[in-house]
């Protein structure tokens, strides 16, 4: 039950675009279709942004979009704008009924 | 509207107890997997625990097992994590929140446990 790894910081300008990374492993992100990404700005509790690694829930911005290769999924916030500053999370289902979450990316806005 | 609130955080000393429970409408509370989250200070997220809609089958993260129990009362449509055995490292605010698509769709604010003498 090893937290999936994240940069622990990504930055960029308004209207450009961002990439978070997650890597797991074989047992968790690899086999499972089951990756979800949270945002949270400081003081809140976390919001999810994507499910089942690319859908969005109800709300959430089409400039948030997610993807996975292999052992990692990526989360691209394009057209980023200064409301997205915040940490986000990823998250995935593992074998057994078991959950992990990343490490945590701070999203700064330049 | 989903809303899910947790109580019963607070202060307590490293060996001992405490309950936290999540009350929780808006929605068909027995219908879902429910799961509690932890961050502290500072930190990340921790997954906890998760238990099916019928309390039938639980899960724990291995740093929980034997000394946390989640629980619900469909009821009362509330969620609760009894902790015992309290360490230092147990000091965070605790979410509860409901499971969906493989995922955490709704999050409560919260409740802060500190582990202290």
């Known amino acids: 039950q090893s937290a999936l790894t994240q940069p622990p910081s990504v930055s960029g300008s308004p209207g450009q675009s961002v990439t978070i990374s997650c890597t797991g492993t074989?047992?968790?992100?690899?086999?499972?279709?089951?990756v979800s990404w949270y945002q949270q700005p400081p003081g809140t509790a976390p919001k999810l942004m994507i499910y089942?690694?690319?859908n969005r829930p109800s709300g959430v911005p089409d400039r948030f979009s997610g993807s996975k290769s292999g052992n990692t999924a990526s989360l691209t916030i394009s057209g980023l704008q200064t409301e997205d500053e915040a940490d986000y999370y990823c998250?995935?289902?593992?074998?057994?009924?078991?959950?992990?979450f990343g490490t945590g990316t701070k999203v700064t806005v330049l | 509207e989903v809303q899910l609130v947790e109580s019963g955080g607070g202060l307590v000393q490293p060996g001992g107890s405490l309950r936290l429970s999540c009350a929780a409408s808006?929605?068909?509370?027995?219908?879902?997997?429910m799961s509690w989250v932890r961050q502290a200070p500072g930190k990340g997220l921790e997954w906890v625990a998760i238990i099916k809609q019928d309390g039938s089958e639980k899960y724990y993260v291995d740093s929980v097992k034997g000394r946390f129990t989640i629980s619900r009362d469909n009821a009362k449509n509330s969620l609760y994590l009894q902790m015992n055995s309290l360490r230092a490292e147990d000091t965070a605010v605790y979410y509860c929140?409901?499971?969906?698509?493989?995922?955490?769709?709704?999050w409560g604010q919260g409740t802060l446990v500190t582990v202290s003498s």
């Open positions: 998250s995935s289902y593992t074998s057994g009924n078991i959950y992990v």
């Open positions: 808006g929605f068909t509370f027995s219908g879902n997997w």
């Open positions: 929140a409901r499971v969906r698509w493989s995922s955490f769709d709704y």
């Open positions: 074989s047992s968790d992100v690899g086999t499972y279709n089951r």
């Open positions: 089942e690694v690319n």
